[in-house]
């Protein structure tokens, strides 16, 4: 299995790790299969996202999935955030084995989950916005 440079490094240097205290959206997920945890902790002021850090029990695949998820949203506002998709997040790693793809969707919904508590946390139903939180399994 190879893995790309910056797959190595975003695992060996992962960016934005440990949690935010006050928090404005807190999002946990899990894949059923490989057991992996991801845990999403965003600030957001007006619509945006000022700062992201993530907490990943779990493969290599994906503590550098979520390090590249959180620098990729950091600075942007929810509905970019939104608009963030495991493929995207993919491609700024610059490829993964096909066997890990599964990991990158663990780090979009992740993000949504966070998303979806921001919005219900303000009293928002977050399902028209951000829709289902998928727990990917495969
Ligand atoms: Fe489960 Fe990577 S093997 S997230």
Known sequence: MMY???VLDHFSNPRNVGEIE?????????????????????KIDNNVITDAKFKTFGCGAAVATSSMATELIKGKS?????KLTNDAVVEALDGLPAVKIHCSVLAEQAVRSALSDYYTRQGIDPLPIVGEIKMPEE
């Not at 928090?23 to 965003?42: R, S």
């Not at 929810?78 to 939104?82: K, P, Q, T, V, Y």
């Open 4 to 6: 790309s440079e910056k």
């Open 22 to 42: 006050n928090a404005d959206g807190v999002g946990e997920i899990g894949n059923a299969k490989c057991g992996d945890i991801m845990k999403m902790y965003l």
């Open 78 to 82: 929810i509905d970019d955030a939104l």
